[in-house]
């Protein structure tokens, strides 16, 4: 399995990749949403997680363009979302919403999810 974490918050990349790792998971990372795109562009990856908010290019406008080269799952992580906005998320693309703060389980549930 191949996981990618997009995210200006190093503690953030960190912390899923030692909650995959747990998992027995590698992940690549992301500082910005425009990196990640070029990384969606030259890898497949199984899963990806794509913060919301983030300099160089939003979360919502990297899962657009992301959207013109992979399927697969995309997980946004927000920490302020109603239930208008994750209606639209999900409109434009998004497999579903992560919310911060996160615990682990939820990380795990999701992975699990795509790994049966």
């Known amino acids: ?39 969606v562009i030259v890898n497949d990856y199984d899963i990806i997680f794509l913060d919301r908010r983030m300099p160089v290019m939003s979360g919502e406008e990297t899962l657009r363009e992301m959207r013109k080269y992979t399927d697969r799952p995309i997980y946004l992580i927000s920490a302020f979302q109603t239930d208008e906005q994750i209606k639209r998320l999900k409109s434009r693309g998004a497999s579903g919403i992560l919310m911060k703060p996160f615990t682990i389980e939820e990380v795990v549930n999701i992975v699990q999810k795509y790994t049966k």
Do not use: P, T, W, Y
């Open 1 to 39: 399995m191949k996981i990618l974490i997009v995210d200006d918050e190093m503690n953030i990349r960190l912390l899923f990749k030692e909650i995959l790792s747990i998992q027995g998971i590698e992940a690549d990372e992301a500082e910005h949403g425009k990196k990640g795109l070029e990384m």
